[in-house]
């Protein structure tokens, strides 16, 4: 049964991204598996996975809108700039009034310049930032533009506020919630932080831990089935034929994850040619947007922007 496409893992809090691929690689028996963008340990929510030939369309998806549900601490600011670090600032927290707070979340929209924070994978003279801040060593970074779309204020509590952030592409939560604490006149830092969408991904889209663990061995423990330590004994999975048919139905296809491009459907005899060579037909090429090639309603490749050689998907799912 074909594998290829994109699940959204609803990733847990206290697991890498790397630990998802891993379980997804083990489950699935596929190599070829690779997430469109880390989330910290601590943070949950959307996790995109490219299964099989998927992997081959990640350059081209559209995740330059992010959707961030965060919660801010307020009054205590860390080094890591999240509930990971050590406090190294504590301030009074001002009585704040609702008002007063959505006026101040008002003043982040738009186009604005941040710095990553040092605790980051930016890398600086091919060194991540955190290697240089774990080391001790000082490095000023360059700040970069981001775009704030929409702040909303969904909670407010004497030292805590939580807040939906729509923003572009590598913006750092972190770095806001601290400027956040610093505009009500105190320090913050960012506790909680949920992803509920990248790009075209929605967290109503994704399959939880608990419910790939109940496919894979019919348990919700998922921690015991897909991740047992040394000493436990391993649970039995079902057939991998079984745990594949099973995730169907939250696999998504290049098409539905690239809808965001413009389409052209082929004939059989294009179809088939275009698989062979690799030439797309003269009318799909140039222009500054990439354009998915089909057939019916399977993708069998991608024209990249300005004509270069195209992407041939030999296969992909429905």
Same mark, same amino acid.
């Given at each position: 049964?074909?594998?290829?496409?994109?699940?959204?893992?609803?990733?847990?809090?206290?697991?890498?991204?790397?630990?998802?691929?891993?379980?997804?690689?083990?489950?699935?028996?596929?190599?070829?598996?690779?997430?469109?963008?880390?989330?910290?340990?601590?943070?949950?929510?959307?996790?995109?996975?490219?299964?099989?030939?998927?992997?081959?369309?990640?350059?081209?998806?559209?995740?330059?809108?992010?959707?961030?549900?965060?919660?801010?601490?307020?009054?205590?600011?860390?080094?890591?700039?999240?509930?990971?670090?050590?406090?190294?600032?504590?301030?009074?927290?001002?009585?704040?009034?609702?008002?007063?707070?959505?006026?101040?979340?008002?003043?982040?929209?738009?186009?604005?310049?941040?710095?990553?924070?040092?605790?980051?994978?930016?890398?600086?003279?091919?060194?991540?930032?955190?290697?240089?801040?774990?080391?001790?060593?000082?490095?000023?970074?360059?700040?970069?533009?981001?775009?704030?779309?929409?702040?909303?204020?969904?909670? *407010?509590?004497?030292?805590?506020?939580? #807040?939906?952030?729509?923003?572009?592409? =590598?913006?750092? /939560?972190? &770095?806001? $919630?601290? %400027?956040?604490?610093?505009?009500?006149?105190?320090?913050?830092?960012?506790?909680?932080?949920?992803?509920?969408?990248?790009?075209?991904?929605?967290?109503?889209?994704?399959?939880?831990?608990?419910?790939?663990?109940?496919?894979?061995?019919?348990?919700?423990?998922?921690?015991?089935?897909?991740?047992?330590?040394?000493?436990?004994?391993?649970?039995?999975?079902?057939?991998?034929?079984?745990?594949?048919?099973?995730?169907?139905?939250?696999?998504?296809?290049?098409?539905?994850?690239?809808?965001?491009?413009?389409?052209?459907?082929?004939?059989?005899?294009?179809?088939?040619?275009?698989?062979?060579?690799?030439?797309?037909?003269?009318?799909?090429?140039?222009?500054?947007?990439?354009?998915? *090639?089909?057939?019916?309603?399977?993708? #069998?490749?991608?024209?990249?922007?300005? =004509?270069?050689? /195209?992407? &041939?998907? $030999?296969? %992909?799912?429905?």
């Amino acid at each position: 049964m074909i594998m290829d496409g994109f699940l959204v893992v609803d990733k847990p809090p206290g697991v890498t991204s790397h630990d998802i691929v891993a379980v997804v690689r083990a489950v699935t028996g596929l190599k070829k598996v690779g997430h469109t963008g880390t989330l910290d340990p601590f943070a949950t929510g959307v996790l995109p996975l490219a299964l099989g030939g998927a992997t081959r369309l990640i350059a081209y998806l559209d995740e330059s809108v992010k959707i961030y549900d965060c919660v801010v601490q307020l009054g205590a600011r860390t080094d890591t700039g999240d509930p990971t670090g050590t406090v190294i600032e504590e301030k009074p927290v001002p009585p704040l009034r609702q008002a007063e707070v959505e006026a101040v979340l008002a003043t982040f929209l738009g186009m604005r310049d941040q710095v990553p924070p040092k605790y980051s994978a930016v890398k600086v003279q091919g060194r991540p930032l955190y290697a240089y801040a774990r080391a001790g060593e000082e490095v000023e970074a360059r700040a970069r533009p981001i775009r704030i779309e929409r702040m909303e204020l969904v909670e *407010l509590a004497p030292e805590r506020l939580r #807040v939906r952030i729509h923003c572009s592409r =590598g913006t750092y /939560a972190r &770095v806001i $919630a601290e %400027e956040i604490g610093e505009a009500l006149g105190t320090v913050g830092h960012l506790s909680e932080l949920r992803r509920e969408g990248s790009g075209n991904f929605l967290l109503e889209q994704a399959i939880s831990m608990s419910r790939l663990s109940t496919i894979v061995a019919g348990s919700p423990e998922w921690v015991k089935v897909l991740k047992p330590t040394r000493r436990e004994d391993r649970v039995q999975w079902r057939d991998r034929p079984s745990i594949i048919t099973g995730l169907q139905s939250f696999l998504l296809s290049g098409r539905q994850a690239l809808a965001h491009l413009p389409t052209m459907t082929l004939s059989s005899i294009e179809a088939r040619r275009f698989l062979q060579t690799g030439l797309a037909p003269a009318n799909a090429r140039g222009g500054d947007r990439a354009m998915l *090639l089909l057939e019916g309603s399977d993708v #069998v490749g991608v024209v990249p922007p300005g =004509g270069q050689k /195209a992407v &041939v998907l $030999a296969r %992909e799912a429905t």
